[in-house]
């Protein structure tokens, strides 16, 4: 099981092509800036950790599967910014697991200034014949790990006088997708929790905001475990009005550099739908 995982000056940031098609970023956004990622090793969380790398963050990036906590150190060595890398195994579902790692994380970090949730499952039942077992692992993981990871890094965050959380809804929390109730119940639950705390921290400098992803490619996407007789009609509302397909999970990391970073610093208690325009 593996927890998966904008807009600058045009005078301060200088993205430049090169021959494989992506981009360059000067890093300044997260220069100095100390951010801890659940997710890292796959998905949206993987290109989050390579594009605040890029803008010259420090990362300590935690996943469940180690060998996608392999393969995101490989990528930054590649990226020539491995030295601001550090990974940690995590199981966000696991109060245990999570104390023990989160607060090494900070240790290593020395504090915490962003505080980034990706990780989670995404599997799909007929809801008749859900059981207890199949629900209480969506909500352990999705809803029940942001919690716990939350309130593990919320004293370090409060510290800094201006910390930030990203944590992760999907459309699926406002409009329908069948097939996944425990799921969608698990991001519509994390909405309303990030809208909690971005209140309930606001006057001491703490910001919590949502990204709402859709018709992203990522690993939980390829197969979200849809029953064998789902009626695929009902999914096909789910395109991009953009016409493009699905986009890939750097679309999303890049929302979210915006979002963690000083140009997001007047936004707090949202979401941010990325999907494309399949929903409007």
């Not at 997710?39 to 060998?67: K, N, P, Y």
């Not at 001491?204 to 690993?219: E, K, T, Y």
């Not at 996407?221 to 009609?233: C, M, N, S, V």
């Not at 991009?240 to 929302?255: D, I, M, N, R, Y």
Request: hydrophobic residues 40%; glycine residues 12%; negative net charge.
């Amino acid at each position: 099981m593996s927890h998966h995982s904008e807009t600058q000056p045009a005078e301060r940031r200088h993205p430049q092509a090169h021959h494989s098609g992506a981009h360059h970023f000067e890093p300044y956004r997260f220069k100095g800036r100390k951010v801890l990622i659940t997710g890292g090793g796959s998905g949206i969380g993987q290109a989050t950790v390579a594009r605040v790398l890029a803008e010259g963050g420090t990362v300590v990036a935690a996943d469940i599967a180690e060998a996608g906590l392999e393969e995101t150190r490989a990528r930054a060595a590649e990226a020539g910014t491995a030295e601001r890398l550090s990974t940690v195994t995590l199981d966000i579902s696991d109060e245990e697991s999570v104390r023990e790692s989160v607060g090494g994380a900070l240790e290593r970090l020395g504090g915490l200034d962003v505080l980034v949730n990706a990780a989670g499952i995404l599997d799909s039942r007929h809801t008749e014949t859900m059981t207890l077992e199949f629900w209480n692992r969506i909500i352990g993981v999705n809803l029940t790990g942001t919690f716990l990871v939350t309130r593990q890094a919320l004293p370090a965050l409060l510290a800094t006088g201006k910390g930030v959380i990203v944590n992760f809804s999907s459309t699926s929390a406002s409009f329908a997708h069948p097939y996944m109730a425990a799921y969608a119940a698990t991001k519509g639950g994390i909405q309303s929790f990030t809208h909690a705390i971005a209140a309930e921290y606001g006057k001491r400098g703490l910001r919590a905001v949502c990204v709402a992803p859709g018709s992203i490619d990522s690993g939980m996407t390829r197969d979200p475990g849809l029953p064998e007789d789902a009626d695929l009609g009902l999914l096909r509302k789910l395109t991009p009005a953009l016409g493009k397909g699905f986009a890939g999970p750097e679309t999303v990391a890049g929302a979210i550099a915006m979002l963690a970073s000083d140009d997001g610093a007047f936004i707090t208690g949202t979401e941010l739908r990325i999907d494309g325009g399949t929903h409007m």
